[in-house]
């Protein structure tokens, strides 16, 4: 196949544009974050045992955005490993996203986000399982990590705001991604 300048540069377009909506490139002021990430938490904490909004886990997190002036989500993708097959599905963005080099493990702070997408934990004869599943982290203790979420068991009607604790050196599939919130 032979490119002309013209599909050149519509392909170069096409991958810079792609490269800018993945990628936060507004400064962030770290004091106005660290408030934010302290505000979100003392949120959740404070609806233990309360249903807010519709129940959905993503309720809890862009409530705890709004009432504390945070960005709110903005639709993503996420790279999933299943069975050894990288798949891109459909998720969110929540703020400014953490990375880590390759092959060290992502243990976020506490004031994070975590976005998962089909993960399966299991550690100590627990396992979790988040197909599509939004959270913030209370605490961190080594790989120990204490999530402030509601509607771990799909059930609505069930869902209230709680706290659990996920070895995150126990993911045996799918993948996550850990986000600071951003203040407006």
Not at 1 to 22: D, Q, Y
Not at 158 to 165: G, H, K
Request: proline share 3%.
């Amino acid at each position: 196949m032979k490119l002309n300048t013209r599909s050149i540069f519509a392909l170069a377009t096409f991958v810079i544009a792609s490269l800018i909506s993945s990628v936060s490139y507004a400064k962030v002021d770290p004091v106005k974050q660290a408030a934010l990430m302290k505000n979100i938490v003392k949120y959740a904490q404070s609806k233990i045992g309360q249903k807010i909004l519709r129940g959905e886990c993503t309720d809890l997190v862009t409530e705890a955005l709004r009432l504390n002036r945070g960005q709110q989500l903005t639709n993503d993708t996420a790279d999933v490993t299943l069975n050894g097959q990288v798949t891109k599905i459909p998720s969110y963005r929540w703020g400014t996203r953490i990375l880590t080099p390759k092959g060290k493990l992502n243990v976020p702070t506490a004031g994070c986000i975590v976005q998962f997408e089909q993960c399966t934990f299991k550690k100590n004869g627990s396992t979790w399982v988040m197909f599509h599943h939004t959270a913030i982290v209370e605490k961190v203790s080594g790989t120990k990590v204490t999530l402030l979420q509601q509607n771990m068991d799909g059930s609505l009607d069930r869902s209230v705001v709680r706290r659990d604790v996920v070895d995150f050196s126990g993911k045996v599939n799918g993948s996550y991604r850990v986000f600071k919130p951003n203040p407006l």
